[in-house]
Nanobody
Framework: QVQLVESGGGSVQAGGSLRLSCAAS????????MGWFRQGPGKERDFVAS????????TYAESVKGRFTISRDNAKNTVYLQMNSLKPEDTAIYYC??????????????????????WGQGTQVIVSS
């Protein structure tokens, strides 16, 4: 079982950048598909981006394509979300998640949050206009 800890959230003005990190514990953490999700005020949790175990396959929500980049460093058991050109509508709590059944998979990690097995506690991102 893996434990996930997010960091890097904060407050930024529109147009700014932040990089979120998700540190995973557990000797098999580097084998899992990983995803980033977010939940804005009064909204449901939405998919943001996913990455397969070796980082070769990434997927993004349409709303963040071209602005956000997901990556991973398996030597550090860490997944990143680089967020550029931030907008007020990006304000949310951001969560990372691990999907055990995507271990060593060359298929895209899915966008459905219910298919993920472990979640972090979240990190707050606030974008002001």
């Amino acid at each position: 079982q893996v434990q996930l800890v997010e960091s890097g959230g904060g407050s930024v003005q529109a147009g700014g950048s932040l990089r979120l990190s998700c540190a995973a514990s557990g000797r098999t953490a580097s084998s899992y598909g990983m995803g980033w999700f977010r939940q804005g005020p009064g909204k449901e949790r939405d998919f943001v981006a996913s990455i397969n175990w070796n980082g070769f396959i990434t997927t993004y929500a349409e709303s963040v394509k071209g602005r956000f980049t997901i990556s991973r460093d398996n030597a550090k058991n860490t997944v990143y979300l680089q967020m550029n050109s931030l907008k007020p509508e990006d304000t949310a709590i951001y969560y990372c998640a691990a999907r055990y059944s995507s271990a060593y998979s060359y298929a895209p990690a899915p966008s459905g949050g219910s298919t993920y097995d472990a979640w972090g506690q979240g990190t707050q991102v606030i974008v002001s206009s």
